[in-house]
């Protein structure tokens, strides 16, 4: 029964921050960011301002988390499923191509709004950060171990990807303008996810060794 009850608490915590992000984007895209208070976020998600505060410490944060939803967690996971066969710095590049882009619903309109509003590019990019802890447990898992050597080299292998994440990310939310004072991303996403991760292949082999994976 405790286990059950545990469970429940936890799929009603993720109800409650989806309901959130999802109010806090849908505001942000009706009125503009800078007219949603945290306040409305709250009322529109059916829950009160201080249990927002227990989610988000920012209506920025909020509006962002709708189009990163956990990703840090799905880029550990897609990372951990990868046959054992894949080297491990493809399955890190495959896993981050994937969960970073995928479409999702109004992602198109939230990334230009975040594009042109400089404090919710800066909390997108701070999102990067957040798939160090989880991805270093699925590096370490698959170099064979959460102790020792393996251990301080999936945190300082996660860590590097987490900074060339958010390396591409800068590059691709730089605002460029274009015909009727619009503003579009700049360039691939995938291209520059893959251009920015390329220098740590052969970090990522190292750590791996002989016995790991072949093209």
Do not use: C
Request: neutral net charge.
């Amino acid at each position: 029964m405790t286990t059950r009850r545990a469970g429940l608490r936890e799929s009603k915590k993720q109800a409650t921050r989806q309901a959130l992000r999802e109010a806090a984007l849908r505001l942000a895209l009706e009125r503009g960011p800078d007219n949603v208070r945290v306040d409305d976020i709250a009322e529109a998600a059916g829950v009160a301002p201080r249990t927002y505060n227990n989610y988000f410490s920012s209506r920025e944060q909020a509006i962002v988390a709708a189009v990163t939803a956990e990703r840090e967690a799905r880029v550990a996971a897609a990372v951990a499923a990868r046959p054992a066969g894949v080297p491990l710095a493809d399955a890190v590049v495959e896993a981050i191509v994937e969960q970073y882009t995928d479409p999702g619903e109004h992602a198109r309109d939230a990334l230009l709004l975040i594009s042109t509003r400089p404090a919710l590019r800066e909390a997108f990019l701070g999102t990067a950060a957040a798939m160090e802890h989880p991805l270093a447990g699925a590096i370490a898992e698959r170099l064979g171990g959460q102790l020792g050597d393996e251990e301080l080299s999936a945190r300082v292998l996660a860590a590097s990807v987490a900074a060339a994440v958010r390396v591409a990310l800068e590059r691709w939310l730089r605002p460029a303008p274009a015909a009727g004072g619009l503003v579009v991303l700049s360039g691939s996403l995938p291209g520059l996810l893959r251009a920015a991760l390329a220098p740590l292949a052969p970090a990522l082999a190292a750590a791996e060794g002989p016995a790991g994976g072949t093209s």
